[in-house]
Every structure is written in C-alpha cells, then in structure tokens.
Nanobody, 125 residues
Framework: QVQLVESGGGLVQAGGSLRLSCAAS????????MGWYRQAPGKQRELVAA???????IYADSVKGRTIMSRDNAKNTVFLQMNSLKPEDTAVYYC???????????????????WGQGTQVTVSS
C-alpha cells in the first residue's frame, strides 16, 4: 500500500501564497506520477497540477502562471507552491498518485491509484 500525507493548508488572504507538501510512504515502487486535485463545495474534484518522476508537469488553466509543482524523488515528496491566491482557489486539496508513467494520465481521476486525506485551503477576499 501507499500512504500520502499532506501538509501546508490553511487560511490566507487573497493575493497571498501557500506551499502544500505531500509525502509518500509505503510501497513507493507502485507509483509513478503524482499530483494535486482540489474539490470546492458543490463542485467536482479537479486536477490542479501533476508531475512525473522526471519532472514534467501539467497545470490546470485556472492556476497556470501562479502555481509551481515540484518533486523531490529522494524524499518521495511533492510540493505545490501557489501564489497570487484567489477566493476561487478555496477548496480541499488532495494529493494523488498514479501508476501510469504518463503525466497527462493524472488528469483523469480514475487513473489515480492513491489519494491523501486532503487539506483545506481557504482564501479570504
């Protein structure tokens, strides 16, 4: 099994920044690409960003230019640096890991093999 533990959520004012972290443990060999999804109240869960083992990244259009996803393979940890946060970024953010070695596959939630428990991000206006 694989465990994903998120940290770094919280309350921030619009225009501020947050850095989310997700540490993977357990059967790490089972996972390839990792990413972050988010789910706002009343909305579907959506991909925010994902990164391959080699460092290739994809981003949702809504966060491009103000979000950076990175990965430390030695520590089995991924990071999501979010800047210029907006109230519409408010959501529960979930760390995700998949087995398919193609970062674009992370854009389909059914390809996600493991989920973290989620961390709340609230952006006040």
């Amino acid at each position: 099994q694989v465990q994903l533990v998120e940290s770094g959520g919280g309350l921030v004012q619009a225009g501020g920044s947050l850095r989310l972290s997700c540490a993977a443990s357990g059967s790490i060999f089972r996972i390839s690409d990792m990413g972050w999804y988010r789910q706002a109240p009343g909305k579907q869960r959506e991909l925010v960003a994902a990164v391959s083992r080699a460092g290739s990244t994809i981003y949702a259009d809504s966060v491009k230019g103000r979000t950076i996803m990175s990965r430390d393979n030695a520590k089995n940890t991924v990071f999501l640096q979010m800047n210029s946060l907006k109230p519409e970024d408010t959501a529960v953010y979930y760390c995700a890991a998949g087995r398919i070695p193609m970062v674009q596959a992370m854009g389909i939630s059914t390809n996600v093999a493991y989920w973290g428990q989620g961390t709340q991000v609230t952006v006040s206006s």
